[in-house]
């Protein structure tokens, strides 16, 4: 299947895109707390479809709704009448080659932001200490890429 494919953390709404329009990243306060980060990174989606399961929504204002996976919280989308479906680049299966190139709502950028590129990784000895615990997880999250089944059957 040609196109953009992507999906929650746990699997349960997996969508897909036949195109993607401009990349961008979002400053604004609603972006901020919708991911609970830093903004919003989004982009716009044309031939876009739900291919497995339905998200929740939450109408963060008059004019848009944000759709997210009620199980297992991931942030998916950016609606509106007014424009083309957005969606968070990260919950694509290949975020890496979604790069933006817009920053909307600067007025309210956090002020680090960007310093953060600046901070020290952790000293060698952390990472070290750190490898074991690492090792030790166990992923439960969808893979990259579209399943048939989901979670799989054991």
Known sequence: ??????????????????????????????CQKAFGGFYGPYVDAEGFAWT???PKYFQSSNLIKRGFCGDCGTQLSFESPKWAVNVAIGAFDQPEKIVPTLQI??????????????????????KARMAAFYASLVSHQHPDHDTEVWPPNT
Do not use: N
Not at 18 to 27: A, M
Not at 110 to 122: G, Q
């Open 1 to 30: 299947m040609s196109g953009w494919s992507g999906g929650c953390q746990c699997g349960a709404v997996r969508f897909h895109a036949e195109s993607l329009g401009r990349p961008s990243i979002c400053h604004c306060r609603m």
């Open 52 to 54: 497995r399961g339905q």
């Open 105 to 126: 709502g600067l007025d309210t950028k956090l002020p680090y932001l960007d310093s953060l590129a600046d901070l020290p990784d952790r000293a060698p000895e952390q």
